[in-house]
């Protein structure tokens, strides 16, 4: 069983940047970033293949947001800029089993490992 534990979250104000990191204990496949509002269902945010190749990002984060990995310290990272006050929420990473090469997963069903997520919050 892989753990994925994020870092990197905290308070910030509006138009800063941070940068969220996941680190898993071993080898995974795609990987994902998550994130739930108060009140909100989990929402997608963006993904990554296991090369780091392809990413794919929900409407609302692109161009703003950026995930990146490094395979060799099994590590995911979320580049967030211009931050926004409806961005404040929870961010999960998430990732799958290693076997998954080439995929893009957007669906969170389509994860096998999620972390305990860190708290963004964005004041105004």
């Known amino acids: 069983q892989v753990q994925l534990v994020e870092s990197g979250g905290g308070l910030v104000q509006a138009g800063d940047s941070l940068r969220l990191s996941c680190a898993a204990s071993?080898?995974?496949?795609?990987a994902g970033w998550f994130r739930q509002a108060p009140g909100k269902e989990r929402e997608f945010v963006g993904a990554?293949?296991?090369?780091?190749?392809?990413?794919y990002y929900a409407v609302s984060e692109k161009g703003r947001f950026t995930i990146s990995r490094d395979n060799a310290k099994n590590t995911v990272y979320l580049q967030m800029s211009s931050l926004k006050p409806e961005d404040t929420a929870v961010y999960y990473c998430?990732?799958?089993?290693?076997?998954?090469?080439?995929?893009?997963?957007?669906?969170?069903?389509?994860?096998?490992?999620w972390g305990q997520g860190t708290q963004v919050t964005v004041s105004s």
């Open positions: 071993g080898r995974t496949g795609a």
């Open positions: 990554i293949s296991w090369s780091g190749s392809n990413t």
């Open positions: 998430a990732a799958t089993v290693a076997s998954v090469v080439r995929a893009l997963v957007t669906a969170a069903g389509g994860y096998d490992y």
